[in-house]
């Protein structure tokens, strides 16, 4: 092959790639330099982007800005955290308030009560709530007090589920699905988790029939990656009533369900009451900040009178973090904000317009492709298997979850750098969630984008 021909080969040469590099030159120069700091230069997984990631100055609603100048309609949306969008005006306010009277006390305050009272007006099920400053955190303190509740160990999880990257939930999420442990992470650990398929209640009625052992069931309610994979409604039902037999504990991961699936999160549309439920994102506003919550005879392990009168050993919970007080009056605001407002209605119409437009394209295009989600969610399943689908035939229960989430790496880098040269960003997962701050013409221009993103995709020979 002669130089002049391998250049003009888009598979070794790709145009995409080239816009991407030319509209973002700023946004390489940083990343040049952050890779001489930080692993990969990124300070999230999720951030990875080859050749890399834009680096954001400025965000206000459903938009963001680049170094470079470049707008974008944002559907990473703060890893779900902003279904108000960015800067909200009272949240910002609240913000600003509580910063000029002081970022950290060291002591008890009184937004600490008033975050407390934001999620039991939404959250029934919140008898009792312990502030941390991370899901990751809300999820390791769940299991904690599963297990010292119950006196089991082991814990049953679902393959492709995210529960955060403390060592317990690192095997059976992206890979090691045989539940080895991942490095760094001790074997005893692993040994302590069943992992089970996702939706297979044959599968969770055998594990606790076998083990006696299992303390807690946790998931992600709607199903791994805020319902990449979905989970039906019905099998929650039937968790929530063997977990009940069993008497084991049922643990919902509400880290992005929560105040996004509806105003009271998951739990509120599936009717369904867990025994324990963490939250994180929505929860503080997007400032940092997670929490537990859950039954009181559960949360009172972390009592100092309970577990004296009881004559047990208190779970002990620092966290120079917890309830931070700006976290806590940006959570304050925004719940209050959903509470009062249709907010979630809205986020929701959006996601849903924006699903049947882009299905549109797919169609016009005639690429055996879907998009697809609930609620403020979308997903883009780009058919690995080659399956004979329609956007409209498309049932993505009906799909194993491996295959849900096996994007083909090249496809999947160059869609997303496609998209953000048309203006818009995706998520990795080639998804995303809306936002209250999403209008009908950031979908508009979505959709669009998306077209002409595929016809780019198209030229570079990435499509049949």
Do not use: C
């Not at 009272?90 to 305050?109: D, K, P, S, T, W």
């Not at 312990?130 to 049953?156: C, K």
């Not at 052992?213 to 994979?229: C, K, M, R, W, Y």
């Not at 780019?456 to 049949?464: N, P």
Request: aromatic share 8%; charged share 20%.
């Amino acid at each position: 092959m002669s130089a002049a021909t391998k250049f003009e080969d888009p598979r070794v040469n790709s145009r995409i790639v080239a816009a991407y590099r030319a509209r973002t030159a700023g946004s390489g120069a940083l990343a040049a330099e952050a890779a001489e700091l930080l692993p990969s230069g990124i300070a999230h997984d999720s951030r990875y982007l080859e050749p890399w990631g834009i680096y954001v100055e400025r965000a206000k609603g459903s938009h963001k800005w680049d170094v470079d100048g470049n707008r974008y309609v944002d559907y990473f949306g703060g890893h779900g955290a902003l279904i108000l969008g960015h800067g909200h005006p009272q949240v910002a306010a609240a913000i600003a308030e509580a910063a000029e009277q002081g970022a950290q006390f060291g002591a008890n305050h009184p937004r600490e009560i008033a975050w407390v009272r934001a999620i039991q007006r939404l959250v029934p099920s919140a008898e009792r709530v312990r502030f941390t400053s991370s899901g990751t955190e809300a999820t390791l303190m769940a299991v904690r007090l599963a297990r010292a509740f119950s006196g089991r160990s082991t814990l049953l999880r679902f393959q492709g589920h995210f529960h955060g990257w403390h060592d317990h939930m690192t095997a059976g999420y992206s890979n090691h699905f045989d539940g080895s442990p991942t490095p760094g992470v001790l074997r005893g650990i692993t040994d302590k988790t069943v992992l089970v398929a996702p939706g297979d209640t044959d599968a969770v009625a055998a594990a606790l029939a076998t083990n006696p052992d299992i303390a807690a069931i946790i998931l992600e309610p709607t199903g791994s990656s805020f319902g990449q994979v979905p989970l039906r409604p019905s099998f929650l039902h039937a968790l929530r009533d063997l977990t009940t037999r069993h008497g084991v504990l049922l643990i919902f991961d509400e880290v992005i369900t929560g105040f996004r699936t509806s105003r009271g999160g998951a739990q509120a549309a599936f009717g369904i009451r867990p025994d324990l439920s963490t939250f994180a994102k929505i929860l503080a506003g997007g400032m940092p900040g997670g929490a537990v919550a859950g039954r009181p005879e559960i949360l009172a392990l972390l009592d100092f009178k309970a577990t004296a009168a009881a004559g047990r050993e208190k779970i002990g919970h620092p966290g120079t973090f917890n309830a931070n007080p700006v976290s806590a009056a940006a959570g304050i605001a925004a719940l209050g904000i959903l509470a009062e407002s249709d907010a979630n209605d809205v986020a929701s119409a959006r996601a849903e317009s924006l699903r049947a437009g882009m299905n549109e394209v797919l169609m016009r295009e005639n690429l055996p492709w879907a998009v697809y989600g609930t609620t403020s969610g979308f997903h883009l399943f780009l058919n690995p298997q080659g399956r004979a689908i329609t956007p409209a035939s498309f049932d993505p229960h009906a799909v194993d979850f491996a295959e849900m989430k096996a994007q083909p790496a090249q496809l999947t880098n160059r869609l997303r750098l496609a998209m953000l040269v048309n203006g818009v960003d995706l998520n990795p997962r080639l998804g995303g969630f809306t936002s209250a701050a999403h209008s009908e013409l950031d979908i508009a221009d979505t959709v669009h984008a998306f077209g002409e993103s595929l016809r780019m995709l198209r030229a570079e020979g990435e499509l049949a």
